[in-house]
């Protein structure tokens, strides 16, 4: 696994054993410690040895010690040995005779030996770049099989005690550590081509009673009774349970320490105190002692409490990974945001307790990080694409309308694009369909680049005037504007604010053709119909066009044609009519139009900035009911009085020409009636 992986799984398992102390009581191990108090008490570091040897025989009844002091060279505070180094210094005889006298003296070496020799002690040796071979294995050693894809702490040689105290003890163990931070502590190591056993080991076996250990394929230590199967690495990964008792060497040597607290337990012997340098950075604490993470890994081999990591686990979790991949990826696909977020979450909680479980069960250390990956990686790039594809169809939505309606109504539908169903629904909205009268003379009579920039000044102010009024300007056709009211969005009071919207178009539209009389701009004509249309987008998915499609759009465009024979500007249907407040509109009569089967009421505004007198609505009233009951002489008599009144009034005349010309009926044929 590339480092920066391993790195991360390391942290997450460290973090994850760190929240889960290892179950179960603590078993019998013993920490007497060189710490702080035995430094104050008894002097700075290096000790003389024969204060080790009086620690080693208060430590009567000890199932077993074992120490990671290196006791290399010979004691440098021996009085022998000081005797001889000052003899160094003097004239020959004066020097014979210290010398003999040092014969003498008493031997640290010599008493730490002894008392070695008197108890089941393990002395610790280190791994070291020079390749010097390590001490014998005073319990022999046995590989069984091959030691192929093992890998154990190693190094070309070992650095090791005083030879004399190597003949003494019972047990050698290797007192190192791998480098960095400590998460394992090895129970075997390679010397060179020699295969050693570790501190841990070494106690170990000297407190069931010094049977050789034995390594076996799986691979797996067997000592008597006991079975340790490890990982490739041959070692212990550390996980910190119950406390582990420990006592201060100096409290050991004043007595202060009951037997009982020492009978049975197995001990290590080991500096604490920041000052003797022997601190290390662990995967559950920073600044352990050494001896401690000995100790801990003692406690776990005891209790045969041993997570790892077999050389098929690897495989097996990418497999596991794989199909938790697709759960993720089908999540994410499928879940809405907030359940998705939920199933983060207990992905979050699940793993950790499924890792854990598994340990539990069957010791086996698996990854946390990477079910995890599996899980939430797909998942999270399942959402995002999700979001994208989101962010993007909203963005099209709104450039979609963004030419077409208000921004107010843009904005609202880029925070709540769910308000719009283009796939297409039945609303029931207004229309406003407008048209410039002659244009098709000003398109003959004018240049290309005159016509654009007129008819563009044109649709701007109208469009300014439709968003003013919160219409959707569904399409321009040429000079023609197609508008709807309450779609995409619904809108209240859709039908007045399509008349108001009309009828300040065909005022904006008569004073921009006074403007431009010149060059023969027309006015504006304007129909306006209501009713129950089919909107969304159409296109087959490569050119989409939100419209809308139903008699009431047609019947829109016929009115706006039928201004023509009104005389009038802006003409609407009875449905828009009828929800108009006040009485500024009259029946005009009822319009037989292109393609429908049923003649319509049609309406128009009186005429803007007039006070029609009462008498002159009564009259007008009064002809639309002769002309309904054809009676042509009440008719003509009726409108003839409202034209005495609006001489000028487009739809009056055009009642009494067709009454001369010899119509009786109030309905109007579009098709040439």
Same mark, same amino acid.
């Given at each position: 696994?590339?480092?920066?992986? @391993?790195? =991360?799984?390391?942290? *997450?398992?460290? #973090? $994850?054993? /760190? %929240?889960? !102390?290892?179950? &179960?009581? +603590?078993?019998?191990?013993?920490?007497?410690?060189?710490?702080?108090?035995?430094?104050?008490?008894?002097?700075?570091?290096?000790?003389?040895?024969?204060?080790?040897?009086?620690?080693?025989?208060?430590?009567?009844?000890?199932?077993?010690?074992?120490?990671?002091?290196?006791?290399?060279?010979?004691?440098?505070?021996?009085?022998?040995?000081?005797?001889?180094?000052?003899?160094?210094?003097?004239?020959?005889?004066?020097?014979?005779?210290?010398?003999?006298?040092?014969?003498?003296?008493?031997?640290?070496?010599?008493?730490?030996?002894?008392?070695?020799?008197?108890?089941?002690?393990?002395?610790?040796?280190?791994?070291?770049?020079?390749?010097?071979?390590?001490?014998?294995?005073?319990?022999?050693?046995?590989?069984?099989?091959?030691?192929?894809?093992?890998?154990?702490?190693? @190094?070309? =040689?070992?650095?090791? *005690?005083?030879? #004399? $105290?190597? /003949? %003494?003890? !019972?047990?050698? &163990?290797? +007192?190192?550590?791998?480098?960095?931070?400590?998460?394992?502590?090895?129970?075997?190591?390679?010397?060179?081509?020699?295969?050693?056993?570790?501190?841990?080991?070494?106690?170990?076996?000297?407190?069931?009673?010094?049977?050789?250990?034995?390594?076996?394929?799986?691979?797996?230590?067997?000592?008597?009774?006991?079975?340790?199967?490890?990982?490739?690495?041959?070692?212990?990964?550390?996980?910190?349970?119950?406390?582990?008792?420990?006592?201060?060497?100096?409290?050991?040597?004043?007595?202060?320490?009951?037997?009982?607290?020492?009978?049975?337990?197995?001990?290590?012997?080991?500096?604490?105190?920041?000052?003797?340098?022997?601190?290390?950075?662990?995967?559950?604490?920073?600044?352990?002692?050494?001896?401690?993470?000995?100790?801990?890994?003692?406690?776990?081999?005891?209790?045969?409490?041993?997570?790892?990591?077999?050389?098929?686990?690897?495989? /097996?979790?990418?497999?596991?990974?794989?199909?938790?991949?697709?759960?993720?990826?089908?999540?994410?696909?499928?879940?809405?945001?907030?359940?998705?977020?939920?199933?983060?979450?207990?992905?979050?909680?699940?793993?950790?307790?499924?890792?854990?479980?598994?340990?539990?069960?069957?010791?086996?250390?698996?990854?946390?990080?990477?079910?995890?990956?599996?899980?939430?990686?797909?998942?999270?790039?399942?959402?995002?694409?999700?979001?994208?594809?989101?962010?993007?169809?909203?963005?099209?939505?709104?450039?979609?309308?963004?030419?077409?309606?208000?921004?107010?109504?843009?904005?609202?539908?880029?925070?709540?694009?769910?308000?719009?169903?283009?796939?297409?629904?039945?609303?029931?909205?207004?229309?406003?369909?407008?048209?410039?009268?002659?244009?098709?003379?000003?398109?003959?009579?004018?240049?290309?680049?005159?016509?654009?920039?007129?008819?563009?000044?044109?649709?701007?102010?109208?469009?300014?005037?439709?968003?003013?009024?919160?219409?959707?300007?569904?399409?321009?056709?040429?000079?023609?504007?197609?508008?709807?009211?309450?779609?995409?969005?619904?809108?209240?009071?859709?039908?007045?604010?399509?008349?108001?919207?009309?009828?300040?178009?065909?005022?904006?539209?008569?004073?921009?053709?006074?403007?431009?009389?010149?060059?023969?701009?027309?006015?504006?004509?304007?129909?306006?119909?209501?009713?129950?249309?089919?909107?969304?987008?159409?296109?087959?998915?490569?050119?989409?066009?939100?419209?809308?499609?139903?008699?009431?759009?047609?019947?829109?465009?016929?009115?706006?044609?039928?201004?023509?024979?009104?005389?009038?500007?802006?003409?609407?249907?009875?449905?828009?009519?009828?929800?108009?407040?006040?009485?500024?509109?009259?029946?005009?009569?009822?319009?037989?139009?292109?393609?429908?089967?049923?003649?319509?009421?049609?309406?128009?505004?009186?005429?803007?900035?007039?006070?029609?007198?009462?008498?002159?609505?009564?009259?007008?009233?009064?002809?639309?009911?002769?002309?309904?009951?054809?009676?042509?002489?009440?008719?003509?008599?009726?409108?003839?009085?409202?034209?005495?009144?609006?001489?000028?009034?487009?739809?009056?005349?055009?009642?009494?020409?067709?009454?001369?010309?010899?119509?009786?009926?109030?309905?109007?044929?579009?098709?040439?009636?």
């Amino acid at each position: 696994m590339p480092a920066p992986f @391993a790195a =991360g799984r390391d942290a *997450a398992l460290d #973090a $994850l054993l /760190a %929240a889960w !102390p290892r179950p &179960g009581p +603590a078993p019998p191990v013993l920490v007497v410690a060189i710490d702080r108090e035995s430094l104050a008490t008894l002097g700075p570091w290096p000790w003389p040895r024969d204060r080790i040897a009086a620690l080693l025989d208060r430590l009567h009844g000890a199932a077993a010690i074992a120490t990671d002091i290196l006791f290399e060279g010979p004691d440098r505070a021996a009085p022998a040995t000081l005797a001889l180094r000052l003899a160094e210094s003097l004239p020959p005889p004066e020097a014979d005779a210290l010398r003999r006298r040092a014969a003498t003296l008493p031997d640290h070496d010599a008493t730490l030996a002894t008392a070695l020799a008197a108890a089941p002690v393990a002395i610790g040796f280190l791994l070291a770049p020079e390749a010097t071979p390590p001490p014998a294995a005073p319990g022999g050693f046995a590989l069984l099989g091959s030691p192929a894809g093992l890998a154990p702490l190693a @190094a070309p =040689g070992a650095a090791t *005690a005083w030879p #004399a $105290l190597v /003949a %003494a003890a !019972p047990g050698h &163990g290797a +007192a190192s550590l791998e480098g960095g931070t400590v998460r394992s502590v090895p129970l075997v190591v390679r010397v060179g081509e020699e295969w050693r056993p570790g501190l841990v080991l070494e106690a170990l076996r000297l407190a069931l009673g010094g049977s050789t250990p034995l390594l076996a394929e799986g691979p797996e230590l067997r000592l008597r009774g006991v079975v340790l199967p490890l990982d490739p690495g041959l070692s212990i990964r550390l996980h910190p349970g119950p406390a582990l008792p420990s006592v201060s060497a100096a409290a050991l040597l004043e007595g202060r320490i009951p037997a009982g607290a020492i009978h049975g337990h197995v001990v290590l012997l080991g500096g604490t105190a920041p000052e003797l340098g022997a601190l290390r950075d662990s995967g559950f604490a920073p600044l352990v002692p050494g001896i401690r993470l000995q100790a801990e890994a003692l406690a776990q081999a005891m209790t045969l409490w041993l997570p790892r990591r077999p050389a098929w686990l690897p495989g /097996a979790e990418i497999a596991a990974a794989a199909a938790l991949g697709l759960l993720g990826a089908a999540a994410g696909a499928a879940l809405p945001p907030l359940a998705l977020a939920g199933f983060a979450l207990a992905a979050l909680f699940a793993v950790p307790i499924g890792v854990l479980a598994l340990l539990s069960g069957t010791m086996l250390l698996a990854d946390p990080l990477l079910p995890l990956a599996a899980l939430l990686a797909p998942a999270a790039a399942a959402a995002l694409a999700a979001f994208i594809a989101t962010r993007a169809s909203r963005a099209r939505l709104v450039a979609r309308f963004a030419q077409s309606l208000p921004p107010a109504l843009v904005t609202r539908i880029a925070r709540e694009p769910g308000l719009v169903r283009i796939g297409g629904e039945a609303r029931r909205i207004s229309f406003v369909f407008t048209d410039i009268a002659g244009f098709t003379g000003l398109v003959e009579r004018s240049g290309p680049a005159a016509l654009i920039a007129l008819l563009d000044a044109y649709i701007a102010g109208a469009a300014e005037i439709i968003a003013r009024h919160g219409g959707t300007l569904d399409k321009v056709v040429g000079d023609a504007l197609h508008v709807m009211f309450g779609a995409p969005l619904d809108q209240p009071g859709h039908e007045r604010a399509a008349v108001a919207c009309g009828m300040e178009l065909a005022a904006w539209g008569q004073d921009f053709a006074r403007r431009h009389a010149e060059a023969g701009f027309g006015i504006t004509r304007v129909g306006i119909a209501t009713g129950i249309a089919i909107v969304g987008d159409v296109g087959g998915g490569r050119v989409l066009d939100y419209t809308a499609h139903g008699d009431a759009v047609n019947l829109a465009a016929r009115l706006e044609q039928a201004n023509k024979i009104f005389g009038t500007t802006v003409l609407l249907d009875g449905e828009t009519a009828a929800a108009q407040s006040g009485d500024g509109f009259r029946c005009l009569g009822r319009l037989a139009a292109r393609g429908r089967a049923a003649a319509v009421d049609v309406y128009a505004p009186w005429p803007p900035g007039i006070e029609v007198p009462a008498e002159a609505r009564a009259a007008w009233d009064a002809g639309l009911a002769a002309l309904l009951a054809e009676d042509a002489d009440a008719a003509r008599a009726a409108f003839s009085l409202v034209a005495g009144t609006l001489p000028e009034d487009a739809p009056t005349l055009f009642q009494l020409d067709r009454l001369n010309r010899g119509f009786s009926s109030i309905s109007v044929d579009q098709r040439g009636g």
